[in-house]
Structure formats: structure tokens, C-alpha cells
T-cell receptor, first 106, second 115 residues
Framework: KNEVEQSPQNLTAQEGEFITINCSYSVGISALHWLQQHPGGGIVSLFMLSSGKKKHGRLIATINIQEKHSSLHITASHPRDSAVYICAAHGNQFYFGTGTSLTVIP | EAGVAQSPRYKIIEKRQSVAFWCNPISGHATLYWYQQILGQGPKLLIQFQNNGVVDDSQLPKDRFSAERLKGVDSTLKIQPAKLEDSAVYLC?????????????FGPGTRLTVL
């Protein structure tokens, strides 16, 4: 069993839809990261959070430490949001989820 | 600010050949990471350096993989000899420090294909 589980694995949405990607982890962590990976491999760090909620533009990340669960929300989704979103839990080492592949259709 | 640089971007080799990847982290970043990302999977940490010292190499296949960061800046990752299952994207990342409050910045990756 993976230490970090993401759902869904694949997600297709219409432009403008509200999107939620979920991440559950089983290890003790100090921080949780949400990463965005575009085709071609480049990875961008979106959020690093250890409690509560963070917002950046149309992206919102939340974490519930007691439930060991985090969510990434995208409001008013756009085709340029199409990418793989990876959740990474930082405990005594980094544990990565397998990613959620998001496709936003115009 | 320049990001993490990696080269080459793509490499195709035959099995049993050797290959080396290079990473130049963001200036001033003490911590450097090498990850292996097999298609369809999340990145797997191979090795973590703090300056020129190894912090974690527990998942590095040491019989064929080696890495160094001699001056605490640039790093090289070598595979010798390569196997088919080494085909993956090799990502380098850096952060200011190793604490959990430090954000990681990723390079573009090197896509390795072993034939």
C-alpha cells in the first residue's frame, strides 16, 4: 500500500467547472506539498502547507492533519490547468502520490 | 532568479551502457535531491544532499547508481551499467535547507530511454 493515495487518478472537466483532487496519507508528516507537472516533465510547486488552508489565484489547498487528508481545489477551471497534480507528504522523507491527470475541455 | 538547470534533456542509450546526468541547483540552495519518475508513477527519491554530504540514499540502487556533489553546488548522477527498467525521467530539485518548511524547486528533468 502506498503511503500517499490520490483520487481520482484521471479527471476530465469542462472549462469553468470547480475541481477537487483528494490526497490521503498514512505517515506522520510535517508538511504536505501539491505539485503540478505539465507534459514534458517540468514540475512546479503549487503549495506547501502544514495546517489549514492556502489560496493562490484560482487554486485553494486545504489540509486536515487529524484526518490525514488534503484537497486541492481549482475554481473556474481553464484548459491551461490541464496537467498532472501530485501530492507529496514530507515526513522523515518525501512520499509521493502517483498523481491525478486533469484534462480541462474548452 | 534562474531555476534548477539539468542536462541533457533527453538521452537514449542501449542497455549495459553508462550515462551521466548533470544538475545545477538554484544559487544558495544547500539541499539537492535526485528523483526517478517512471512513467505513470510519482517521483521516487534516489538521493538527498545537504551541501556536499549525503543525507539520504536509502533508495539508491548502489550497485549501478552513483551520485556526487563534490563542491556542494553542481551534482552528477551516474548509471553504470544501465538496465531497461532504468528508463524514466530523472528530476533534480533544490531547496534552501532540508527542513520541512523549505519549498523544493524542480528542474525540467532528463528523460532517459534504455533500449
Amino acid at each position: 500500500k502506498n503511503e500517499v493515495e490520490q483520487s481520482p487518478q484521471n479527471l476530465t472537466a469542462q472549462e469553468g467547472e470547480f475541481i477537487t483532487i483528494n490526497c490521503s496519507y498514512s505517515v506522520g508528516i510535517s508538511a504536505l506539498h501539491w505539485l503540478q507537472q505539465h507534459p514534458g516533465g517540468g514540475i512546479v510547486s503549487l503549495f506547501m502547507l502544514s495546517s489549514g488552508k492556502k489560496k493562490h489565484g484560482r487554486l485553494i489547498a486545504t489540509i486536515n492533519i487529524q484526518e490525514k487528508h488534503s484537497s486541492l481545489h481549482i475554481t473556474a477551471s481553464h484548459p491551461r490547468d490541464s496537467a498532472v497534480y501530485i501530492c507529496a507528504a514530507h515526513g522523515n522523507q518525501f512520499y509521493f502520490g502517483t498523481g491525478t491527470s486533469l484534462t480541462v475541455i474548452p | 532568479e534562474a531555476g534548477v538547470a539539468q542536462s541533457p534533456r533527453y538521452k537514449i542509450i542501449e542497455k549495459r551502457q553508462s550515462v551521466a546526468f548533470w544538475c545545477n541547483p538554484i544559487s544558495g540552495h544547500a539541499t539537492l535531491y535526485w528523483y526517478q519518475q517512471i512513467l505513470g508513477q510519482g517521483p521516487k527519491l534516489l538521493i538527498q544532499f545537504q551541501n556536499n554530504g549525503v543525507v539520504d540514499d536509502s533508495q539508491l540502487p548502489k550497485d549501478r547508481f552513483s551520485a556526487e556533489r563534490l563542491k556542494g553546488v553542481d551534482s552528477t548522477l551516474k548509471i553504470q551499467p544501465a538496465k531497461l527498467e532504468d528508463s524514466a525521467v530523472y528530476l533534480c530539485a533544490s531547496s534552501l535547507g532540508r527542513g520541512t518548511h523549505n519549498e523544493q524547486f524542480f528542474g525540467p528533468g532528463t528523460r532517459l530511454t534504455v533500449l
